[in-house]
């Protein structure tokens, strides 16, 4: 089975603070994505990467940042946390695009920020 | 870009009811994909969907590709209390992007 694993199921963050959420997982997947899921709003892309050391805007990317060093890992990273990002985070993974585009997702990361 | 229409947004069933929600595309997918997320959970990959007219089943849960490829329905029989929690639809976006549904919020009621 596909797993992909995130470090923190819970966060709490004093505004200002630099933020590190980390994401693995162990499919040799291609792609790999963060979103953040707000209620009323849906799942909303962050950022995404299709190989190591690349990264690719989503539809929200103000305020966060992404390394890929690794295949395995993803790292969604927010330079000085705002009470604005208190959100739950979903990391997800995918093979390279192609006929079967299914993403796998983490168990989520709810950061509150204070 | 691509958008997903998603309904009902929310639905309130009794227990062993049977239940369908759809989604709708702006342009034309060649994959369906559905989701199901548990409260405080990430969401779980539970049905896709290749093919036009294609119609797959796990367990209770059926899911068909419309034939002119622009929509997908979703159906539950039998709702039993562990059937709660948000159903999303998806399919392939631009750019190696994954569209979401906003989701179907599903409250089973003993």
């Known amino acids: 089975d596909v797993k992909v694993t995130q470090s923190s199921r819970y966060l709490v963050k004093r505004t200002g603070e630099k933020v590190f959420l980390e994401c693995v997982q162990d499919m040799d997947h291609e792609n790999m994505f963060w979103y953040r899921q707000d209620p009323g709003l849906g799942l909303r892309l962050i950022y995404f990467s299709y190989d190591v050391k690349m990264k690719e805007k989503g539809d929200i990317p103000e305020g966060y940042s992404v390394s890929r060093e690794k295949k395995e890992r993803f790292s969604l990273i927010l330079e000085s946390a705002s009470t604005n990002q208190t959100s739950m985070y979903l990391c997800a993974s995918s093979l390279m695009w192609g006929r079967h585009t299914e993403a796998f997702f983490g168990q989520g990361t709810r950061l509150t920020v204070v | 870009g691509q958008q997903l229409n998603q309904s009902p947004q929310s639905m309130f069933i009794q227990e062993g009811e049977d239940v369908s929600m759809n989604c709708t595309s702006s342009s034309i997918f060649n994959t369906w994909l559905w989701y199901k997320q548990d409260p405080g959970e990430g969401p779980v990959l539970l049905i896709a969907?290749?093919?036009?007219?294609e119609l797959t089943s796990n367990g209770r849960l059926t899911a068909q590709f419309g034939i002119t490829r622009k929509d997908s329905f979703l159906n539950i029989s039998a709702s039993i209390p562990s059937d709660v929690g948000i159903y999303f639809c998806?399919?392939?976006?631009?750019?190696?992007?994954?569209?979401f549904g906003s989701g179907t919020q599903l409250t089973v009621l003993p």
């Open positions: 998806a399919g392939p976006g631009s750019a190696r992007q994954l569209t």
């Open positions: 969907l290749y093919k036009a007219g």
